[in-house]
């Protein structure tokens, strides 16, 4: 016998976001991507060197 369950995945999503906001406040741009990078088991994998934005050359 199967049970449905719901699943709300933007709700999810928001309380997620909200919660590591709340984490990360008062984090400095390199600070925030350690703590992602501990968090997620990418520590181990960490970059060499700065890391640059997006949108500068």
Do not use: C, F, W
């Amino acid at each position: 016998m199967k049970t449905k369950q719901k699943l709300d995945a933007v709700q999810l999503m928001r309380r997620i976001r909200d919660r590591m906001s709340e984490e990360m406040k008062g984090m400095t741009a390199q600070q925030q991507i350690e703590y992602i990078a501990e968090k997620s088991g990418l520590a181990a994998h960490k970059r060499k060197g700065p890391v640059r934005n997006a949108g500068s050359s």
